[in-house]
């Protein structure tokens, strides 16, 4: 079955410094998502990466802060910028089918194993 | 996007069924029921769909009444390994549509 890695898979960082996360599927996906899980929390959307087009980012959550590249159909990073301690938590990525097969019947998503970022 | 209510946590011992019931009172005609599993420190991972009645897979069931105002996910004797958060989804079928995540359930089973 195929494959959601992320890298790095936690770090801790100073305040002010940014962090780059990565999700890389071994096959090609049409969406990619980006979650954000606080400690003890459930999750919550950050944005949708489409390749080719700009990213859809979810009430609360800005370009400048949380800048996504989504440069091929495997691939995408998100950037945690201006780090303070409340952006301390788990970074998840998803894709919306594997291998480019969807399953019909209602969305499913399959879960890269989380960045934890810890900020000082 | 339907919002789901369930309960915060749920305790269990090792092989006993466990049933946790999901609300979701506007529910639209085109979302199917969708239910995840998450361990500490993993991603959700994806355990059983539906649209209406029951559907049954290797890890769990999923019974749906005629209104679909509800579901219920049956976990069958439950053990040790069984101890996580499952959250409830209401899921647009069409495809890339985004999955709104409420509190979910957490499930302690003890030996």
């Known amino acids: 079955s195929a494959v959601i890695s992320q890298k790095p898979s936690r770090d801790i960082c100073q305040r002010g410094t940014s962090l780059t996360i990565q999700c890389q599927v071994d096959s090609q996906v049409t969406m990619m998502f980006w979650y954000r899980q606080q400690p003890g929390q459930s999750l919550t959307l950050i944005a949708t990466?489409?390749?080719?087009?700009?990213?859809?980012?979810e009430s609360g959550f800005v370009i400048d802060k949380f800048p996504i590249s989504r440069p091929n159909l495997t691939f995408s990073t998100l950037t945690v910028s201006n780090l303070s301690p409340e952006d301390s938590s788990i970074y998840l990525c998803?894709?919306?089918?594997?291998?480019?097969?969807?399953?019909?019947?209602?969305?499913?998503?399959?879960f890269g194993p989380g960045t934890r970022l810890l900020v000082l | 996007l339907a919002k789901t209510t369930q309960p915060i946590s749920m305790d269990s011992y090792e092989g006993q069924e466990v049933n946790i019931t999901c609300s979701h009172n506007?529910?639209?005609?085109?979302?199917?029921i969708t239910w995840y599993q998450q361990f500490p420190s993993q991603g959700p991972r994806f355990i059983i769909q539906?649209?209406?009645t029951k559907v049954t897979n290797e890890v769990a069931s999923l019974f749906i009444p005629a209104d679909r105002k509800s579901s219920t996910l049956s976990l069958p004797r439950v053990s040790l390994s069984d101890t996580a958060v499952y959250y409830c989804?209401?899921?647009?079928?069409?495809?890339?549509?985004?999955?709104?995540f409420g509190a979910g359930t957490r499930l302690a089973v003890h030996p």
């Open positions: 539906g649209y209406k």
């Open positions: 998803s894709v919306d089918s594997l291998g480019g097969q969807r399953t019909s019947g209602g969305e499913t998503q399959y």
């Open positions: 990466a489409n390749q080719g087009s700009e990213a859809t980012y």
């Open positions: 989804l209401v899921a647009l079928s069409g495809g890339y549509n985004k999955l709104i």
């Open positions: 506007n529910i639209a005609t085109n979302d199917y």
